[in-house]
């Protein structure tokens, strides 16, 4: 009998043919993923259910079949949108990896690929995609993979690639968040009071935390503990402990550092690596 809704079960894996990459199987059910951002082109293709999230200030419900790409750094949530939860394959696609191929498919250097924000409804695209994430997933035949890698990121290019709109105007307070990010980024073990990021920019702390919280979708805790995140990937890569791993990304311990990656990734940073 099929069952009544998707488990809370996720694989986080890497292929020798994309150098970089992260690829994820996964289906959900009660996890919900907290306001986070990735550095690489995040790529899924939705195989059953729907996901519904929140992404450049709109709610959207991505279906079955659909390709609901995110951006590099562009702050998004995740959960169900049915009562059955979602089952998704992603790609993590590394921002070399798409400029380089965008290079190829327009025979010019060009700026880094921007996707649109609305959900790409292209059921050739997806079928695409899901023959290239089993082939890598699978590394049955390495050839057919690359293969079908290549066909199915340069479709999604070809097809639905633009470039990221510009800020014609850098506002003061773009400014004065641009500072404060370099302000709790310079040294992530470093305690930093909200006082005293409010006065690298010249603002009281009231209007200060609403400043950055208003630009960046994060309060400036929850935006340092992202960054801290990020930073501790290679890390965990590279086969250090998670232990060891939270005291060096500047977490309280390793289950704070754990709860925190959970909500980002789905699973715990020791499944992750």
């Known amino acids: 009998m099929k069952p009544a809704h998707f488990r809370d079960a996720a694989r986080y894996w890497r292929s020798p043919l994309l150098p970089g990459a992260d690829m994820v199987t996964a289906e959900y059910y009660d996890h919900e993923f907290t306001p986070h951002w990735h550095d690489a082109y995040t790529v899924p293709v939705i195989e059953a259910g729907a996901e519904c999230y929140d992404y450049r200030g709109a709610h959207h419900v991505a279906e079955a079949g659909s390709v609901p790409v995110i951006n590099p750094g562009e702050l998004h949530t995740g959960a169900r949108a049915v009562d059955s939860g979602w089952r998704y394959r992603v790609f993590y696609l590394p921002v070399p990896f798409v400029e380089a191929l965008a290079e ?20 050739d695209l997806a079928r695409r995609l899901i023959r290239a994430h089993y082939a890598l997933e699978s590394a049955a035949d390495l050839l057919a993979a690359e293969t079908a890698l290549v066909d199915a990121v340069s479709t ?16 003061t307070d773009a400014v004065r968040v641009e500072s404060m990010k370099s302000r709790l980024a310079d040294d992530l073990l470093a305690p930093v009071t909200l006082t005293e990021l409010a006065q690298t920019v010249g603002l009281s702390t009231f209007h200060a935390a609403r400043l950055f919280t208003r630009e960046t979708g994060l309060a400036p805790h929850a935006w340092r503990n992202q960054l801290r995140i990020v930073r501790a990937l290679p890390a965990l890569r590279a086969g250090a402990s998670v232990t060891e791993v939270a005291v060096e990304s500047g977490f309280t311990d390793q289950s704070h550092f754990t709860r925190h990656f959970k909500r980002v990734f789905g699973v715990p940073p020791g499944r992750w690596r």
């Open 156 to 171: 999604l290019i070809a097809r639905h690639a633009t470039e990221r709109p510009s800020r014609s105007v850098i506002a």
């Open 104 to 123: 190829e498919v327009f025979a010019q250097k060009t700026a880094s690929p921007w996707f649109p924000v609305d959900i790409i409804r292209d059921n």
